[in-house]
């Protein structure tokens, strides 16, 4: 589920729709979390959907370090990429602010955290030397990844926590060591699939 404070709003034409903010929301607030409304399909499921659904599946969804598709219910969907990314994943099924964001501004994840299928080309963007994402960002970019989120989680008790309750029971002991002690246990790389597992 995103953040309830966000809406759908179109961009232009190259980029299509994006997720922007209608409230202030703080460093460490949790921008996203996986619920049970979300859809989790099996890799061989989407194997063998006809054309259109399978496309729209592989725009729309995210992998697992399963291999799973997870295709988000509300507009967690359309969140774009950005290099400069201001919500992070974490290995606990959520994402977290890891700058302030602005009403008016947009939400965006860096794609290289999401186990994308192909490489893809991005729009270019000041202050990156990078210009894809590449399935295996995941092992080049983890420990800068990490550290934002560690950066973040310091904010975490201190910020409204709208989707705090999405958290599943069993990380919660680890998101409170990230933010009490600023000790990360799981690496957001262990999300990584390894897609030589297919074969």
Not at 74 to 79: I, S
Not at 169 to 187: G, H, N, P, R
């Amino acid at each position: 589920m995103i953040h309830p404070h966000t809406e759908l709003r179109f961009i232009n034409e190259q980029i299509g729709f994006g997720v922007f903010a209608t409230e202030f929301i703080p460093k460490g607030t949790i921008t996203w979390a996986l619920d049970d409304l979300d859809q989790i399909l099996e890799p061989n499921y989407v194997k063998n959907l006809d054309k259109s659904r399978k496309e729209l599946i592989k725009k729309y969804s995210y992998r697992n370090q399963e291999g799973k598709y997870i295709l988000c219910w509300d507009l967690g969907r359309y969140v774009n990429h950005s290099f400069h990314a201001n919500c992070m994943g974490t290995a606990y099924e959520f994402e977290v602010a890891v700058r302030d964001i602005y009403p008016g501004e947009q939400l965006t994840d860096d794609y290289g955290s999401l186990n994308v299928d192909e490489p893809f080309e991005c729009i270019l963007e000041d202050g990156t030397d990078r210009k894809k994402v590449y399935p295996d960002d995941l092992l080049n970019y983890s420990e800068e990844w990490d550290q934002k989120v560690i950066e973040a989680f310091e904010h975490l008790y201190e910020v409204k926590q709208p989707l705090m309750h999405l958290i599943r029971s069993e990380f919660m002991e680890k998101v409170d060591m990230i933010a009490t002690k600023q000790v990360l246990l799981d690496s957001i790389k262990c999300i990584y699939y390894d897609r030589s597992l297919e074969y």
